[in-house]
């Protein structure tokens, strides 16, 4: 049986550590799988346990010139519950440390490097320069000991990467000025260079380090969402608090006015308004009744209310959530395999040209000279593919994190990247464009008072448990009818038809139009008015005395309130809209035309659906799917994008690519305006990285630019690409 194993790593600088760990533990036997974060400092791996041990995976990490150690309690787990919220603890504690370490070593080596500066200038005697090439090995000993530890094994190893590029340069530097200082004591010196590149390497992975631990706020708020305390109601009705991470399923749990709401349940007494917007990014207040979900860390309204427990632990929504939005940014998209990749050679590359640069300025110089190194030198620091290896992961990880505050789960990063290529949506209706449920969409008044056709129908329905039953009296109990169902008298549900009771010793039936057909009061005018909502898509509910129909209600399942506007705005972008329902065609067509969909296909099993997204995708459309039911998986799966309802199945949901979490359709164009700004943040990182090597690397090479500049544009190329990447953050959607 294979399982996850989940690794804090640290050490890694750039892309070609991540290349050089992945690629270390799947040559592992009985690794099957490893993908490494270099923002997030993680890695995931998938193996047999049978086959490799947990410590043999660590220490093959160790071999590779970095640290590693498990993630949460559980070995040979996916973090879940308490695991992720200790996790997320420690991860923060030790982004505190790794930030407050780089720091301390930065501020030693700008100290140091200002005394350098200070002796270069003032102190031109033997003295000045052995005190100067003292201070410089303090640097490289203490500061940039990090530099020596990964890069010369990475060397000896035949697969350099940064590190090995910062160790020639400035190694190469205080070897000669080192050599001066000591025997010749004539010659330029580089000790000062030494100092400075080593300083301006620290202050940009600082500056790196600071900005890439905001990228994993995402996480940290989410998870920072979640009650602490519990109000558990016992069986003798004593209420205890307990810790919420205690709370068992099937507990009983009173709910104050303003307090979180400590897990996944069912209001059993109540009626609050909840504040779902923490998770679902809805701003309005939700009004639940008794008998309605609750979502754990939402916030109460005023009313207090007891619920009883469904979900606890990693079962729950939140839970859900975060294991949704961690495997989005340790996933790599394709982009990012590509950039690995060209990492791995880039190094070799900018070895070959340093080499190139060497020999080159040697045969111009006339033999081996100080004109001959700082060029070199200079090709080898400016070229460290620090933003290359930061470029996508970072836009990714900030990216899923926007996507879930804004109530849109990224499951796959290639959704980011596939998002904004959709040209077609297919959509189910019932429970994506519509709300699942029915009500009275029409009523029409035929003989007698809306007065009586009101409370009669009220009254009866009370009695009914008919599922049609409930959307007569909310809609009734909405208009605040008077309720005399203590009235009637000799109630009966006729099975399959409707009911029938008697008030203030009148005879009244209501039910379907085969029923009045079988009372033989079906007449002309009235079976006119029925066909007229039958038209319209509605199921039509009759009202009548033993004579007569009095009153008819068409019912339908009731359309979200986002559903027009959200297929407005994927038609403003050009994008061609289809529904596919197993509904009768009746229907579909008029919930279609009300919301305007483009294409409707009716009374269509799963395995239809499946074939009409395949149509689609031949037409040549880039096809997303959006549905909430088991019935609409396969189709899900078979669209190049598929989006699932977040209130729907967790079969539908562990289909899509997207989730939106509170099923709301308009979600979906935010996800597409989002995998735009991604994908834009990504091209910008990697145009910025490749075109700063592109220049710099010729400038470097014929002498333009000194080791100390090329140390600069290096670590400000880094901290550039992460502060951009930072950017989406502050997205939002304009309509």
């Not at 592992?28 to 043999?56: C, M, Q, S, W, Y």
């Not at 090597?693 to 090329?710: K, W």
Request: glycine share 10%; with cysteine; charged share 25%.
């Amino acid at each position: 049986m294979k399982k996850t194993i989940n690794l804090a790593i640290s050490g890694m600088t750039c892309a070609s550590c991540v290349l050089h760990i992945e690629n270390d533990l799947k040559e592992l036997k009985g690794v099957e799988d490893a993908v490494v974060n270099l923002p997030l400092k993680r890695g995931d791996v998938t193996f047999d346990p049978d086959e490799i041990d947990i410590h043999d995976i660590l220490n093959a990490v160790k071999k590779s010139g970095y640290k590693a150690e498990l993630m949460g309690k559980h070995e040979g787990h996916h973090m879940e519950g308490g695991d992720t919220e200790d996790h997320a603890g420690h991860a923060q504690a030790e982004s505190k440390k790794h930030i407050h370490d780089r720091l301390t070593k930065l501020l030693v080596a700008l100290i140091l490097s200002i005394i350098i500066l200070a002796l270069g200038f003032v102190w031109k005697i033997d003295q000045g320069m052995k005190i100067m090439m003292i201070l410089s090995l303090i640097i490289l000993l203490y500061s940039g000991r990090e530099f020596f530890q990964r890069g010369i094994p990475d060397l000896l190893k035949g697969r350099p990467a940064m590190d090995t590029l910062v160790v020639l340069g400035v190694g190469a530097a205080f070897l000669y000025s080192s050599y001066i200082a000591l025997f010749t004591k004539m010659g330029e010196e580089y000790f000062m260079d030494v100092a400075i590149i080593t300083t301006f390497i620290l202050l940009g992975r600082f500056l790196e380090a600071k900005a890439k631990g905001k990228a994993g706020d995402a996480i940290r708020k989410l998870l920072e969402l979640s009650a602490k305390i519990a109000h558990h109601i016992g069986k003798d009705g004593t209420i205890t608090d307990i810790p919420a991470d205690q709370v068992k399923i099937a507990d009983l749990l009173r709910v104050k006015p303003g307090e979180k709401i400590p897990t996944d349940g069912v209001i059993i007494e109540g009626s609050p308004a909840i504040d779902e917007s923490m998770v679902t990014g809805e701003s309005i207040p939700v009004d639940k009744e008794e008998g309605d979900k609750v979502i754990g860390a939402t916030i109460n309204g005023n009313t207090s209310f007891i619920l009883k427990a469904t979900k606890i632990g990693s079962d729950t929504v939140l839970s859900q959530i975060i294991k949704l939005v961690q495997a989005a940014q340790m996933s790599k998209a394709p982009i990012q395999k590509l950039v690995d990749k060209v990492a791995g050679y880039f190094v070799w590359g900018v070895i070959a040209i340093g080499a190139i640069t060497f020999l080159a300025w040697s045969i111009y110089n006339g033999g081996v000279t100080i004109q001959a190194l700082i060029p070199t030198v200079a090709v080898l620091i400016i070229a460290c593919p620090c933003a290359l290896g930061l470029a996508t992961p970072i836009s990714l990880v900030v990216g899923s994190g926007k996507g879930a505050q804004m109530g849109i789960l990224i499951k796959k990063p290639e959704s980011l990247e596939k998002a904004h290529k959709i040209t077609a949506i297919a959509f189910d209706k019932t429970g994506t464009i519509t709300k699942g449920h029915p009500e009275v969409q029409e009523f029409k008044l035929l003989k007698g008072s809306q007065k009586e056709a009101f409370e009669v129908a009220l009254s009866l329905e009370e009695h009914s448990e008919h599922p049609l039953a409930k959307s007569i009296v909310n809609h009734l109990k909405g208009l605040d009818v008077k309720n005399i169902e203590s009235e009637v008298k000799e109630f009966k549900a006729i099975t399959g038809l409707g009911v029938e009771g008697k008030i203030g010793g009148m005879i009244y039936h209501f039910g379907s139009r085969r029923y009045m057909e079988q009372l033989g009061i079906l007449h002309q005018d009235s079976e006119i008015e029925i066909n007229k909502m039958y038209d319209k898509g509605y199921t039509v509910l009759c009202l009548s005395n033993a004579k007569e129909i009095l009153a008819l209600y068409g019912v339908q399942d009731g359309i979200k309130e986002s559903s027009g506007n959200a297929i407005a705005l994927l038609h403003k972008r050009g994008i061609k809209t289809v529904m596919i329902t197993g509904d009768n065609e009746k229907v579909a067509n008029a919930i279609a035309k009300e919301v305007g969909i483009d294409e409707v296909h009716s009374d269509v099993t799963p395995d239809k659906k499946t074939e009409i997204i395949s149509d689609l995708q031949k037409q040549g459309y880039f096809v997303a799917m959006a549905g909430d039911g088991i019935n609409d998986s396969p189709a899900i799966a078979k669209s190049d994008v598929g989006i699932a309802m977040g209130t729907g199945t967790d079969v539908a949901i562990e289909t899509g690519d997207l989730v939106l979490v509170k099923g709301d359709l308009q979600k979906a164009v935010e996800a597409i305006e989002l995998s735009r700004a991604t994908l834009r943040n990504i091209k910008q990182n990697l145009f910025w990285a490749f075109i700063y090597n592109t220049i710099g690397i010729p400038l470097a090479a014929f002498g333009f630019l000194s080791p100390a500049f090329s140390a600069g544009a290096m670590a400000f190329s880094s901290v550039s690409v992460v502060l951009n990447a930072l950017r989406l953050k502050r997205f939002k959607v304009k309509f």
